[in-house]
């Protein structure tokens, strides 16, 4: 009878197991990004990887730089039987119009970075979002920066403020302003803060565009530089270099913590790059995935907004704080 017993148990749990298998076998997940060839998006795509493998379901990476190609993606997904896809769009303002692609093609849709919004410049609420805590990160960049500008014992109204911005992006826009808001607490001179507009959220256009605020206020001498990401304020770190400025007289704080910070972390002496507010890309590629996979397993819907946080790292900490964040 117990061996009877033991037999039943043994098909039982390899019928199981089999079907979990298969399962997971079946479902396919896509993950969309904006810009394929920046650091945080490939780290966003390694650690989704380890998610699919983990699981094992299959993951397909495509990158869609612009409108067309994502909505291209999408298509591409539902043809290829896909059941769901996480996005960091090219364009937050395609929302409404992803959200139907998504449904006619029978995708679940979440969105990672950057959230979709609607006509009017509303987050749309009802599409799970993973994203930073924008602010906070803006004024943790902020506050670090006042806190280097009291170390180097500077004059705070005879600095300047490279705000290299892309308003259209509220993620961008949001971490901009934190930072601006812990200056002005701290008496900085809201009319020395320049806006740096990119036309693209790549160094070179922030290079740029940090260029012209610098040639047009050659009578300042120390500088500090916020913006979107590590991209965008080492274009202006590039930029107060070929202007003349010496790194001791330059703070330029980031966001974000992948190569693009740690390879300039690692250059022999310190250039104006003075720190990054290090994010999280093993949350937004890893959890993003488990979460969409959950959802097409178990109808588990993720949470509508996760907001992840982040930890100023600079050429000393770096090492350190990536231990802690489980990116080494
Ligand atoms: C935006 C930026 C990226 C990165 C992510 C983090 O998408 O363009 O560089 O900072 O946000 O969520």
């Not at 849709?109 to 009017?120: E, F, G, P, Q």
């Not at 892309?166 to 993620?171: A, E, S």
């Not at 900490?317 to 990536?322: K, L, P």
Request: proline fraction near 4%; charge should be positive; glycine fraction near 8%.
């Amino acid at each position: 009878m117990r061996f009877v017993n033991k037999l039943f148990m043994a098909c039982a749990m390899s019928v199981l197991m089999a079907s979990t298998a298969s399962v997971a076998a079946d479902v396919k997940i896509g993950f969309v990004v904006k810009q394929p060839e920046e650091p945080w998006f490939q780290d966003e795509w390694k650690f989704a990887d380890i998610a699919a493998k983990e699981k094992g379901f299959t993951l397909v990476k495509i990158g869609a730089e612009d409108g067309e190609k994502a909505l291209s993606a999408i298509d591409n997904l539902g043809a290829q039987g896909a059941q769901g896809v996480v996005i960091c769009t090219p364009d937050v303002k395609l929302g409404p119009g992803l959200v139907a692609r998504a449904t006619a093609n029978q995708l679940k849709l979440m969105t990672v970075d950057d959230r979709l919004v609607n006509s009017k410049g509303k987050p749309l609420e009802n599409v799970p979002h993973m994203g930073i805590s924008a602010t906070k990160i803006g004024e943790a960049v902020g506050q670090a920066i006042v806190d280097q500008i009291k170390a180097r014992g500077w004059n705070m109204k005879e600095v300047g403020a490279i705000r290299v911005s892309y308003d259209q992006l509220p993620t961008a826009k949001d971490r901009v302003e934190g930072a601006i808001s812990v200056l002005k607490q701290n008496g900085f001179v809201a009319s020395n803060i320049f806006d740096a507009p990119q036309s693209k959220t790549d160094t070179e256009a922030a290079l740029n565009a940090a260029n012209v605020v610098l040639n047009k206020n050659a009578n300042i001498k120390k500088w500090v530089a916020f913006g979107l990401n590590d991209e965008a304020v080492l274009g202006a770190v590039r930029a107060s270099e070929a202007a003349g400025l010496k790194a001791a007289d330059v703070i330029a704080v980031g966001i974000g913590g992948s190569d693009a910070a740690i390879n300039e972390f690692k250059k022999p002496s310190p250039t104006g790059f003075y720190g990054s507010v290090i994010i999280s890309p093993k949350r937004h590629g890893y959890e993003t995935a488990i979460n969409m996979y959950n959802w097409i397993t178990a109808n588990k819907e993720p949470e509508k907004l996760i907001l992840t946080s982040g930890k100023l790292a600079t050429r000393e900490t770096y090492q350190a704080v990536r231990k802690d964040l489980g990116l080494q």
